[in-house]
Nanobody, 120 residues
Framework: QVVLVESGGGLVQPGGSLRLSCAAS????????MDWYRQAPGKQRELVAT???????NYGDSVKGRFTIARDNARNTVDLQMTSLKLEDTAVYYC??????????????WGKGTLVTVSS
């Protein structure tokens, strides 16, 4: 089983920066990918960024060029560096990990989320 814990959420002004972190712990064979999603009130959950174990990254169109995802495979952590923040970036941000267990079963695990509020 895997537990994900996010940190770094808070209040930031438009145009500012914020870094989110997520740490994975537990027993598993490997983590195939680590992702960040977000969900604003009344809206669908959307993909923010993803990174695979080989370093391949992908970003949602709304954050491309402003956010950077970085993974530390040795520590099983993933960070999301957010810059040029906009009001519409306000959301609960969730960490996701796609994990292969020692039984060779692939499962998505989710953190409980961290709130990012962009406001002047």
């Amino acid at each position: 089983q895997v537990v994900l814990v996010e940190s770094g959420g808070g209040l930031v002004q438009p145009g500012g920066s914020l870094r989110l972190s997520c740490a994975a712990s537990g027993s598993f064979l490997s983590i195939n990918a680590m992702d960040w999603y977000r969900q604003a009130p009344g809206k669908q959950r959307e993909l923010v960024a993803t990174v695979t174990s080989d370093g391949t990254t992908n970003y949602g169109d709304s954050v491309k060029g402003r956010f950077t995802i970085a993974r530390d495979n040795a520590r099983n952590t993933v960070d999301l560096q957010m810059t040029s923040l906009k009001l519409e970036d306000t959301a609960v941000y969730y960490c996701n990990a796609r994990v292969t267990s020692w039984r060779i079963v692939v499962t998505d695990y989710w953190g409980k989320g961290t709130l990012v509020t962009v406001s002047s």
